[in-house]
């Protein structure tokens, strides 16, 4: 994509809440249970709240239990980016939003049929756009 928004740490640090800035740009997490979304059952789209870029739809939203939102794909493939992460001593796989590069979360391979992944990602780098 070519359209990729590029701002500077300032200018994030402005437009983001200090926990979106953690999560989004630090690339925190935030404690698991703890997010507005994971128990959340509201049919809509999740989106980027950096950016708006629409990533996952509440139709492949699932209970992981494992305490954040989890959905088995995002909306568009090119939705996202993912990127090996080998931080904390854990191999994992990095979720990013591919328009503005915000941290979502990770990918495992763990997931419900039909694709067998968990897109397991923080409450506070999505904000859930409900159906009319
Ligand atoms: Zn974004």
């Not at 992981?64 to 909306?75: A, K, L, N, R, V």
Request: include cysteine.
């Amino acid at each position: 994509m070519n359209d990729k928004i590029k701002k500077s740490e300032e200018e994030w640090k402005k437009e983001l809440t200090p926990a979106q800035y953690q999560v989004c740009r630090m690339k925190g997490t935030e404690p698991a249970f703890t997010g507005e979304y994971y128990k959340t059952k509201t049919p809509g789209v999740y989106l980027c709240v950096a950016c708006g870029n629409e990533l996952f739809d509440s139709d492949t939203k699932y209970e992981s239990g494992s305490g954040w939102p989890s959905f088995y794909e995002p909306i568009d493939p090119e939705r996202v980016e993912t990127e090996e992460d080998t931080s904390y001593g854990m191999r994992r796989t990095e979720v990013t939003c591919s328009k503005c590069g915000a941290h979502l979360g990770h990918v495992f391979p763990d997931g419900p049929r039909p694709t067998g992944l968990r897109y397991c990602i923080n409450s506070v780098a999505l904000k859930l756009d409900p159906k009319k």
